[in-house]
C-alpha cells in the first residue's frame, strides 16, 4: 500500500496533467456511460438469473436442463466472445432482413449500445443464474413448510419468503459479481461504445502520454469498486436476520 500510495503521489507530483482540463468533460460522460451500462445490465441480468435459478432448483426437467445449459455456455465461453457474436453476427443479419430494416428498430439496432447491453446482461444472468440456484437450494425447507402452514400458495410463498430468502443469501456474491461486471464494461469499447476506457484510450492517442492516463482510469475504477462494496454492505447491515 505504501509502494502503490508513493507511486501515485510521485505521478501527481511529476507527471503530465495538462491534459486534463482539456478532456476533462470526455471523462465524465465516460463514467456516466460506464455506471449507466453497469445500473441497466446488472439490473436485466439479475432479472434474468432469478428464473434461470428457480428452473433449476425447482422446475421440470425441460427447463432445468435448458437453464443450466444455458449457464454453462456463458460460464464457459469468453464474454469478449460472447459480445462479437452478437455485434458482428447477430448484428450482420439484421441487415439482410427488410422487415427489420424497415421497422421502427432499425435506428437503435444499427448501434453498438444493444448489442452491448444485451451481451453483459445475459454474461450476468449466465453467473447469477448459478448463485440463485444454490441460494434458493439453501432456504430451510422449514421456513417454506411454516409458510404453507399459514395457507400460502406457491407465488405467495415464493414472493414472501422463498426469493426473498435467497436474494439475501445470495447478497455477498451479488456484490462480488457487480463488482466484476463493471471491470467487464471496457470490453465495449472493441464494438465503439464510448466508456470510460474508450476515452482514455483516445487520450493517449491524441496525447502520446500513457502512464498518467492509465494511471487516472485505474482511480476511477478503484473509487467506483469502493462505494459498490460500500452500498451493498450497507444493505447487507440494514437487512434484518443476516445471521440466520
Request: hydrophobic residues 45%.
Given at each position: 500500500m505504501l509502494c502503490g500510495a508513493g507511486i501515485v503521489l510521485a505521478a501527481a507530483l511529476v507527471g503530465r496533467w495538462d491534459w486534463l482540463p482539456r478532456y476533462g468533460g470526455m471523462i465524465f460522460a465516460g463514467v456516466g456511460q460506464s455506471l449507466l451500462l453497469l445500473l441497466a445490465t446488472a439490473v436485466l441480468g439479475f432479472l434474468i438469473a432469478v428464473p434461470l435459478g428457480l428452473a433449476q432448483a425447482a422446475g421440470p426437467w425441460p427447463l432445468a436442463v435448458a437453464a443450466r445449459s444455458f449457464c454453462t455456455v456463458i460460464r464457459g465461453t469468453p464474454l469478449l466472445l460472447q459480445l462479437w457474436l452478437l455485434y458482428y453476427g447477430l448484428?450482420?443479419?439484421?441487415?439482410?432482413?427488410?422487415?427489420?430494416?424497415?421497422?421502427?428498430?432499425?435506428?437503435?439496432?444499427?448501434?453498438?449500445?444493444?448489442?452491448?447491453?444485451?451481451?453483459?446482461?445475459?454474461?450476468?444472468?449466465?453467473?447469477?443464474?448459478?448463485?440463485?440456484?444454490?441460494?434458493?437450494?439453501?432456504?430451510?425447507?422449514?421456513?417454506?413448510?411454516?409458510?404453507?402452514?399459514?395457507?400460502?400458495?406457491?407465488?405467495?410463498?415464493?414472493?414472501?419468503?422463498?426469493?426473498?430468502?435467497?436474494?439475501?443469501?445470495?447478497?455477498?456474491?451479488l456484490a462480488g459479481e457487480t463488482v466484476l461486471q463493471l471491470k467487464s464494461t471496457p470490453l465495449v469499447a472493441t464494438i465503439t461504445v464510448v466508456d470510460i476506457y474508450a476515452v482514455f484510450s483516445r487520450i493517449r492517442q491524441d496525447t502520446y502520454i500513457t502512464y498518467e492516463p492509465l494511471l487516472l482510469m485505474a482511480l476511477i475504477y478503484l473509487l467506483l469498486t469502493g462505494i459498490l462494496v460500500g452500498l451493498f454492505r450497507l444493505l447487507e447491515n440494514r437487512l434484518p436476520g443476516k445471521g440466520a
Open positions: 448484428g450482420s443479419l439484421f441487415p439482410l432482413i427488410p422487415e427489420i430494416r424497415d421497422s421502427f428498430l432499425w435506428p437503435y439496432l444499427r448501434q453498438a449500445w444493444p448489442y452491448a447491453v444485451l451481451a453483459l446482461s445475459l454474461s450476468f444472468a449466465g453467473y447469477e443464474g448459478e448463485v440463485m440456484r444454490g441460494a434458493l437450494a439453501g432456504v430451510s425447507r422449514g421456513e417454506l413448510e411454516a409458510g404453507r402452514a399459514f395457507g400460502m400458495g406457491r407465488t405467495t410463498l415464493l414472493r414472501r419468503i422463498w426469493l426473498p430468502r435467497a436474494i439475501q443469501r445470495a447478497l455477498p456474491t
